[in-house]
């Protein structure tokens, strides 16, 4: 949200719609910064890159942000095949830590991108139909 906020105001004072004057002079780096980065809005790939904020920066963690990633983790634990662990497990001391770490461990398991990653973790095909198991997080990946 504050990124969408920051990206709006550069927008509208590099076209002139704002003629505010800055405290300290224009801020170069981070203009520069914010041009580069994409910033996704919402779904897995954008808490994915909360999750990064968050581990470089933890004070940016908020609860609802931790509670989130308790939820993100939750729901790789039971795309995994670990319904119960999913279910049963008491929220982490850490949600952020605890989040990337299973992350880490499914891609290194697994030898899968963060984009194959974030695409298992938004397909849902796996609740279709009768007494269909979990979508293991190999499903539908090549390799090679």
């Known amino acids: 949200m504050a ?3 920051l990206e709006q105001t550069r927008r509208k004072l590099a076209s002139g719609e704002i003629h505010s ?3 300290v002079g224009k801020p170069e780096i981070i203009e520069r910064h914010l041009k580069a980065i994409a910033f996704p809005t919402q779904g897995t790939q954008r808490l994915i890159d909360r999750l990064a904020e968050c581990i470089a920066f ?5 609860p609802t942000i ?6 993100l983790r939750r729901q790789i634990l039971a795309n995994r ?7 049963m497990s008491k929220t982490p001391a850490n949600p952020a830590f605890e989040c990337a770490g299973l992350l880490r461990s499914v891609m290194d398991t697994h030898q899968l991108t963060l984009s194959d990653v974030v ?7 796996h609740l279709e ?3 269909s198991a979990p979508l293991m997080l ?6 090679g």
């Open 129 to 131: 139909g009768e007494g």
């Open 81 to 87: 095949g670990n319904v119960r662990e999913a279910i």
């Open 58 to 62: 933890p004070m940016l963690e908020s």
């Open 119 to 125: 695409r298992l973790i938004d397909t849902d095909h």
């Open 3 to 5: 990124e969408e906020i």
């Open 21 to 23: 004057q800055w405290v």
């Open 66 to 71: 931790r509670g989130q990633f308790d939820l």
């Open 138 to 143: 190999t499903e539908g990946v090549s390799n």
